[in-house]
């Protein structure tokens, strides 16, 4: 029986490092990172199989095509490495890789943002339309998704 592959994706900061704590306990799983390319991911990742972009802003006036070309990036990695799961902590970059992976057949499992506490990530807003799992770290902010049935409160990952 084959390992179930597992593709951690996350932005920089925060997000990253709940990602790192995650992925600690999945060792026994196949694995790959999809993350922004910072000092500290490159270090903390220098064993690991990785594909790494440098960060993009939203407010950058040549946001959308850099946005389109990520995208198209990570359809290449997703559609040669195929994973069985992908579990996200946010943010921009990981949009492309939930629906992305989606489409390719990926379960996806998005966990809100521990900086959330009363309202909702745009990255969150985006992807709880495709996500398998949605996890909340705040019970305030569970209240937030109160129409979606797939919303659940996990406890911070700290």
Request: proline share 2%; net charge positive.
């Amino acid at each position: 029986m084959e390992k179930l592959k597992i593709c951690f994706t996350s932005s920089s900061g925060g997000h990253f490092n709940q990602l790192l704590i995650l992925s600690e306990k999945y060792n026994e799983f196949e694995k790959f990172f999809i993350t922004e390319k910072t000092n500290f991911s490159q270090q903390e990742l220098k064993n690991e199989k990785k594909f790494m972009f440098n960060v993009i802003n939203r407010k950058e006036k040549n946001f959308k095509k850099k946005f389109i070309r990520l995208s198209l990036s990570i359809f290449k990695i997703l559609f040669k490495e195929r994973p069985d799961l992908i579990i996200s902590t946010g943010a921009l970059i990981t949009v492309p890789v939930c629906y992305i992976g989606k489409i390719l057949g990926s379960k996806v499992i998005f966990i809100e943002s521990f900086a959330k506490v009363n309202s909702p990530t745009l990255s969150g807003k985006l992807v709880i339309k495709i996500a398998d799992e949605f996890i909340v770290q705040w019970k305030e902010l569970e209240r937030e998704y109160n129409n979606e049935n797939k919303v659940k409160y996990g406890g911070t990952i700290y």
